[in-house]
Nanobody, 126 residues
Framework: QVQLVESGGGLVQAGDSLRLSCLAS????????VGWFRQAPGQEREFVAG????????SYTDSVKGRFTISRDNAKSTVYLQMKMLKPEDTALYYC???????????????????WGQGTQVTVSS
């Protein structure tokens, strides 16, 4: 089992930065792909970024490329999402998720992720 707890969200202005953290418990966390997803009111939960278990591979949705960076520190059981140049359209509840399968493949489909945190709110004002 893997348990995930997100932190770092808040209310910021457009152009500001935030760093989200996802702290995990569970012995297999370091062997799992981790993704960040977000869900705005009335919208589907969407993939934002993913990282392989080793950290050597990453993937981003087009709208955040060049602004967001995902990283992980397996010694600390933590995955980070550094967000820069935030825009009002980045406003959402951000979730950390770990893949159900022990694979190194990053998948954008949320149904491939079996472990989820409760989310942290990011609000960007214009």
């Amino acid at each position: 089992q893997v348990q995930l707890v997100e932190s770092g969200g808040g209310l910021v202005q457009a152009g500001d930065s935030l760093r989200l953290s996802c702290l995990a418990s569970g012995r297999t966390f370091s062997s799992r792909v981790v993704g960040w997803f977000r869900q705005a009111p009335g919208q589907e939960r969407e993939f934002v970024a993913g990282i392989s278990w080793s950290g050597s591979n990453t993937s981003y949705t087009d709208s955040v490329k060049g602004r967001f960076t995902i990283s992980r520190d397996n010694a600390k059981s933590t995955v980070y999402l550094q967000m820069k140049m935030l825009k009002p359209e980045d406003t959402a509840l951000y979730y950390c998720a770990a893949r159900q399968a022990l694979t190194n493949l990053i998948d954008v489909r949320r149904e491939k992720y079996g472990y989820w945190g409760q989310g942290t709110q990011v609000t960007v004002s214009s």
